[in-house]
């Protein structure tokens, strides 16, 4: 027993996953199922845990472990997230997802679990963004979920990174969603991109119906000119544009997820939470990320 609680501990200090059995009740399933904490489950106030609901196993969920401690007012956000390269495996942002997480969201990626150390692959849907979607407002009304009435289905991320990004703006139009976060990306051309992407048009952007955020790798990455472009484009929502010099990678598998989690997660907690201190980051002029060493900003639409 020594041995084992001494090899936990060192995995929460090296940041290295661990998995153990929840029971049925305690991951909102019919059926055990294997979690992994990622790192040491995040810097928030909700430690978070990974792991594949038995009635979604095409999705990793990331949510506070102990839901209890939401209490009956707080619920969670929605946040869906759609991979680079279209992959069905959200394994290099699994950093990133997970310090989200801790900040009390509930956090759908496309693509089952990763096992530890794996590099997942095959081709992902934009339309897996909305079985997520549907999937969390089904839970958060099934009595027999421990998700049951803890999910705030009004509030709704919808979210990727570079072909996940374009995923993203794909399904944006939905009526449900309420943010829109677009990661290392951008509309390429008019219709153009690799085979398997989302052929969107720059005529697409018209249909955003919500505040949007760009994340971007500044002149290094290879969706800086496209995602810029987009912005420049976009002049009826609220749009905020920030780049920081790391190029196309971003900083998802740096711990915690990096700079971009810290302003993602900001974003998050402002639009989907009404937090408006985290919202100082985006408003006022000069808006307080502008302060920032480390990332350049523009915005419109936004006091």
């Known amino acids: 027993m020594k041995k084992i609680i001494i090899s936990l501990a060192f995995c929460v200090l090296t940041g290295i996953g661990f998995q153990q059995v929840l029971s049925a009740q305690e991951a909102g399933t019919s059926q055990k199922v294997t979690t992994r904490v990622v790192e040491d489950g995040g810097t928030g106030a909700y430690s978070a845990i990974m792991y594949t609901d038995t009635s979604l196993t095409t999705h990793t969920i990331f949510r506070p472990k102990d839901l209890d401690v939401l209490g009956m007012k707080t619920k969670m956000p929605i946040i869906v997230w759609g991979n680079g390269a279209c992959a069905n495996s959200p394994w290099e942002h699994i950093n990133f997802l997970s310090e989200v997480a801790s900040h009390g969201f509930l956090v759908i990626a496309i693509g089952p679990m990763p096992q530890e150390g794996e590099r997942g692959g095959g081709r992902s849907a934009s339309s897996q963004l909305i079985d997520a979607i549907d999937w969390a407002i089904a839970q958060n009304s099934n009595e027999d979920s421990q998700l049951y009435g803890k999910i705030d289905v009004s509030k709704i991320a919808v979210s990727g990174m570079s072909c996940g990004g374009l995923q993203t703006l794909e399904v944006a139009p939905d009526p449900r969603i309420t943010t829109a976060v677009v990661c290392n990306s951008g509309i390429i051309g008019n219709g153009g991109g690799f085979p398997g992407m989302p052929a969107l048009s720059k005529d697409h ?81 000069p808006c307080g990320l502008s302060k920032s060493t480390v990332w350049t900003v523009e915005k419109k639409n936004l006091e």
């Open 205 to 285: 952007l018209g249909k955003l119906h919500t505040p949007t955020l760009y994340l971007l790798g500044g002149e290094k990455d290879i969706a800086y000119n496209n995602g810029m472009d987009d912005f420049k484009r976009i002049n009826h929502v609220p749009v905020f544009v920030a780049n920081m010099d790391v190029g196309h990678g971003g900083t998802y598998a740096q711990p915690h997820g990096g700079e971009f989690a810290k302003v993602a997660t900001a974003w998050y907690k402002w639009q989907l939470k009404g937090d408006k201190e985290a919202g100082k980051m985006f408003t006022g002029n």
